[in-house]
C-alpha cells in the first residue's frame, strides 16, 4: 500500500477525476478528507468510500467554509500529508459573446480559489507533503472560445512552479497532473445520452493519438504517482495525460492517411 498511514483532501472528491483518486487513495491506505459543493452527491460518495473517507460540503471558492472543511477532516484523520485541489468547472468565453460575470466566475474557481485552498491548507499540511493541481491540455493546445478556462489552467500551472519554490524549504513537493479529454459529468449535455456520448467518444479518438477518450482511472493513477513517495524527488512539473494530444498531435488518427 504506497499510502498506508497518509492523510489526504481532494477538492471536488465527489464525482468524476476527483472521486476515482478518492477510491484509489483510500484501497492504497489512506484517509481521505473530500469536499464539494453538492451535498447530495458527497453523501453517495462517502457511503461508497467507507469508513476511512469523510465528506465535507464547501464550495471551494469559499474560504471560509474550505478552512472549515479542513479543519474538521484533520481532526478526525490528523494533519494533511498529501492535498489534490481538483475542484474546477467547465465554461467557455469566446470573444465577442462572454461576459465578465462568466469570466470572472472561470478565473475565480480555476485559479483564484486553487490558490486560496493551498494557502489555507497551508498550517494543516505536514512537512514533505505532496500537493497536486489540476490542469489541463486547454493551457496549451489554443482550443476556441476556452480564452478564460485556458488562462486559468495556464495559471495553475505557473503557480505551482511559484509554490514549489517557497514550499521546498519544507520539503513540499507541487506538481500539477493535466488532463486530455476524459470520460467525466463535466462534459454534460455532450454526452448526455448514448448516442452523444458515442459520437463524442469518436471525435475525441480522431484527435487523439492514442485513438481513445481517457478514463478518470488515468489520471487518478497519476495523481497517485505524485502523492506517493515514487515521486519522492518530482518537484514542479506538470505531467499530461492525454493519450499524446499536446506532446504529439500529428499522431492523431485524423492525420494519417
Known amino acids: 500500500m504506497r499510502l498506508k498511514d497518509k492523510t489526504a483532501l481532494i477538492t471536488g472528491g465527489n464525482s468524476g477525476i476527483g472521486l476515482a483518486t478518492a477510491k484509489l487513495f483510500v484501497a492504497?491506505?489512506?484517509?481521505?478528507?473530500?469536499?464539494?459543493?453538492?451535498?447530495?452527491?458527497?453523501?453517495?460518495?462517502?457511503?461508497?468510500?467507507?469508513?476511512?473517507?469523510i465528506a465535507l460540503v464547501?464550495?471551494?471558492?469559499?474560504?471560509?467554509?474550505?478552512?472549515?472543511?479542513?479543519?474538521?477532516?484533520?481532526?478526525k484523520f490528523g494533519k494533511l500529508d498529501i492535498l489534490f485541489a481538483n475542484a474546477g468547472i467547465p465554461g467557455g468565453t469566446p470573444l465577442g459573446s462572454s461576459?465578465?460575470?462568466?469570466?470572472?466566475?472561470?478565473?475565480?474557481?480555476?485559479?483564484?480559489?486553487?490558490?486560496?485552498?493551498?494557502?489555507?491548507?497551508?498550517?494543516?499540511?505536514k512537512d514533505n507533503a505532496s500537493i497536486i493541481l489540476n490542469g489541463s491540455v486547454i493551457s496549451v493546445l489554443g482550443i476556441p472560445g476556452y480564452s478564460a478556462y485556458g488562462a486559468a489552467k495556464a495559471g495553475v500551472r505557473?503557480?505551482?512552479?511559484?509554490?514549489?519554490?517557497?514550499?521546498?524549504?519544507?520539503?513540499?513537493?507541487?506538481?500539477?497532473?493535466?488532463?486530455?479529454?476524459?470520460?467525466?459529468?463535466?462534459?454534460?449535455?455532450?454526452?448526455?445520452?448514448?448516442?452523444?456520448?458515442?459520437?463524442?467518444?469518436?471525435?475525441?479518438?480522431?484527435?487523439?493519438?492514442?485513438g481513445r477518450l481517457g478514463e478518470p482511472d488515468h489520471i487518478s493513477k497519476t495523481v497517485l504517482f505524485l502523492a506517493?513517495?515514487?515521486?519522492?524527488?518530482?518537484?514542479?512539473?506538470?505531467?499530461?495525460?492525454?493519450?499524446?494530444?499536446?506532446?504529439?498531435?500529428a499522431g492523431a488518427p485524423i492525420y494519417r492517411g
Open 28 to 53: 492504497e491506505g489512506a484517509k481521505v478528507i473530500i469536499t464539494g459543493r453538492n451535498r447530495e452527491t458527497l453523501e453517495a460518495a462517502a457511503k461508497e468510500l467507507g469508513p476511512n473517507a
Open 99 to 125: 461576459t465578465l460575470e462568466a469570466f470572472e466566475k472561470i478565473i475565480g474557481t480555476n485559479l483564484t480559489s486553487v490558490f486560496f485552498t493551498v494557502q489555507t491548507a497551508l498550517p494543516y499540511i
Open 158 to 210: 505557473a503557480m505551482a512552479r511559484i509554490m514549489a519554490s517557497e514550499l521546498s524549504p519544507r520539503g513540499i513537493r507541487v506538481n500539477v497532473v493535466a488532463p486530455g479529454a476524459t470520460r467525466t459529468p463535466i462534459w454534460g449535455a455532450a454526452i448526455a445520452t448514448p448516442e452523444a456520448e458515442k459520437a463524442f467518444e469518436k471525435r475525441i479518438a480522431l484527435s487523439t493519438p492514442l
Open 228 to 249: 506517493s513517495d515514487d515521486s519522492a524527488h518530482v518537484q514542479g512539473q506538470e505531467i499530461f495525460v492525454d493519450g499524446g494530444s499536446v506532446a504529439s498531435p
Open 58 to 75: 464547501a464550495d471551494a471558492t469559499d474560504v471560509a467554509a474550505t478552512e472549515a472543511a479542513i479543519k474538521t477532516g484533520t481532526e
